[in-house]
């Protein structure tokens, strides 16, 4: 059991080697961590916390570590923190000045949260569950020949080249994308599929590339995230040596790195920590993640998240994150047109 004082040393052990990544001995809690107590009691204590299993120590002579539960201790005792009002400040004006589209915002995401934590940063794309229609369009190509242009919300847009079985002048196009907005604008592909709208031959075939371009998008699982700042944890002593990160760089190859650093359902709202082997797969294990959702739940939201040794300054990291994923779900939610929704 985790007394007041023996949690006090086991924070202060904590942030010594998150700091120097160095065990830290007893003699050092005693000489700087102002407790009041002697070097004996401080030596009894982290016994005792070693004997519980939030201290390991590497080699009989050598300080202590804190393990997967000491971290676990040492986070959840975090107090609420913000990021500081002049980095939330320099974050906002950043995002004022680029340009208005998804991929630049993620992007940057991923960038600004890699370089404030200093460790790995992965963005995804916002996924919708149920792709929604905004908006189509027919462009002439040839006499048989046009370019259908599909904008789904979110700022996705998808082209398919059909071929209609007989010649089709631009303004009978027209007139077919302006029927088909009206009636199936703002709908999923469900929706439409259950429309009772009466449709000609042509517009039909219209309909059927309409409707595989949103089950093709419907049934993606998974797209390239943005991921930034390997530079940062290849300079980390813990990765210094070995395979792991080499392991790491052949799940993203994969196309899996995504998939394994982020929980099949995130617990709660907000921002979620999974510490060493607290991931499920194996190659994660000695790294932590720092996860959030952004966007909107019912309609497109992604994930972001850092991934760095289970020695991470979680103390700016879950802020970081956690401004960061408040920012996207502005920017998404002023994309849906729902910059008020609560």
Same mark, same amino acid.
């Given at each position: 059991?985790?007394?007041?004082?023996?949690?006090?040393?086991?924070?202060?052990?904590?942030?010594?080697?998150?700091? +120097?990544?160095?065990?830290?001995?007893?003699? !050092? #809690?005693?000489?700087?961590?102002? =407790?009041?107590?002697?070097?004996?009691?401080?030596?009894?204590?982290?016994?005792?916390?070693?004997?519980?299993?939030?201290?390991? /120590?590497? &080699?009989?002579? !050598?300080?202590?570590?804190?393990?997967?539960?000491?971290?676990?201790?040492? #986070?959840?005792?975090?107090?609420?923190?913000?990021?500081?009002?002049?980095?939330?400040? =320099?974050?906002? $004006?950043?995002?004022?000045?680029?340009?208005?589209?998804?991929?630049?915002?993620?992007?940057?995401?991923?960038?600004? =949260? !890699?370089?404030?934590?200093?460790?790995? !940063?992965?963005?995804?794309?916002?996924?919708?569950?149920?792709?929604?229609?905004?908006?189509?369009?027919?462009?002439?190509?040839?006499?048989?020949?046009?370019?259908?242009?599909?904008?789904?919300?979110?700022?996705?847009?998808?082209? %398919?080249?059909?071929?209609?079985?007989?010649?089709?002048?631009?303004? +009978? =196009?027209?007139?077919?994308?302006?029927?088909?907005?009206?009636?199936?604008?703002?709908?999923?592909? %469900?929706?439409?599929?259950?429309?009772?709208?009466?449709?000609?031959?042509?517009?039909?075939?219209?309909?059927? $590339?309409? +409707?595989?371009?949103?089950?093709?998008? +419907?049934?993606?699982?998974?797209?390239?995230?943005?991921?930034?700042?390997? &530079?940062?944890?290849?300079?980390?002593?813990?990765?210094?040596?070995?395979?792991?990160?080499?392991?790491?760089?052949?799940?993203?190859?994969? /196309?899996?790195?995504?998939?394994?650093?982020?929980?099949?359902?995130?617990?709660?709202?907000?921002?979620?920590?999974?510490?060493?082997?607290?991931?499920?797969?194996?190659?994660?294990?000695?790294?932590?993640?720092? #996860?959030?959702?952004?966007?909107?739940?019912?309609?497109?939201?992604?994930?972001?998240?850092?991934?760095?040794?289970?020695?991470?300054?979680?103390?700016?990291?879950?802020?970081?994150?956690? *401004?960061?994923?408040?920012?996207?779900?502005?920017?998404?939610?002023?994309? *849906?047109?729902?910059?008020?929704?609560?």
């Amino acid at each position: 059991m985790v007394t007041e004082r023996s949690g006090r040393i086991l924070n202060y052990v904590i942030r010594q080697y998150i700091t +120097d990544a160095i065990p830290v001995p007893s003699q !050092a #809690v005693a000489d700087k961590a102002e =407790l009041g107590v002697s070097p004996a009691t401080i030596r009894n204590d982290m016994a005792q916390l070693e004997r519980e299993g939030y201290l390991i /120590r590497p &080699h009989t002579s !050598a300080g202590c570590i804190p393990s997967d539960m000491g971290y676990r201790y040492y #986070v959840e005792s975090i107090d609420s923190v913000d990021l500081p009002r002049e980095e939330q400040y =320099l974050i906002s $004006h950043t995002f004022h000045q680029v340009e208005k589209e998804v991929e630049t915002w993620l992007s940057l995401t991923a960038s600004l =949260l !890699a370089r404030l934590t200093q460790n790995v !940063a992965v963005v995804s794309l916002p996924k919708a569950t149920d792709s929604k229609l905004k908006h189509l369009e027919l462009i002439s190509v040839q006499d048989t020949k046009a370019l259908i242009v599909v904008v789904l919300e979110g700022a996705t847009v998808r082209q %398919k080249l059909i071929t209609f079985d007989e010649a089709v002048k631009q303004p +009978d =196009l027209t007139a077919i994308s302006n029927k088909l907005n009206k009636a199936y604008a703002g709908l999923t592909k %469900k929706q439409i599929t259950n429309s009772k709208l009466e449709l000609t031959k042509l517009e039909k075939n219209v309909g059927e $590339h309409l +409707d595989e371009i949103m089950s093709t998008e +419907d049934g993606k699982e998974y797209q390239e995230p943005y991921l930034e700042g390997w &530079h940062f944890m290849m300079e980390k002593p813990e990765f210094a040596r070995g395979n792991q990160i080499s392991t790491l760089m052949e799940l993203v190859e994969q /196309r899996g790195l995504l998939k394994v650093i982020v929980p099949e359902k995130i617990r709660t709202p907000g921002v979620q920590v999974i510490i060493g082997k607290e991931n499920q797969n194996e190659a994660i294990q000695n790294c932590s993640v720092v #996860v959030c959702h952004y966007g909107l739940p019912e309609e497109a939201a992604g994930t972001l998240a850092v991934v760095g040794p289970t020695r991470m300054p979680y103390t700016r990291t879950i802020p970081t994150v956690y *401004y960061l994923s408040s920012v996207l779900n502005q920017l998404i939610r002023g994309l *849906y047109g729902k910059e008020n929704r609560s």
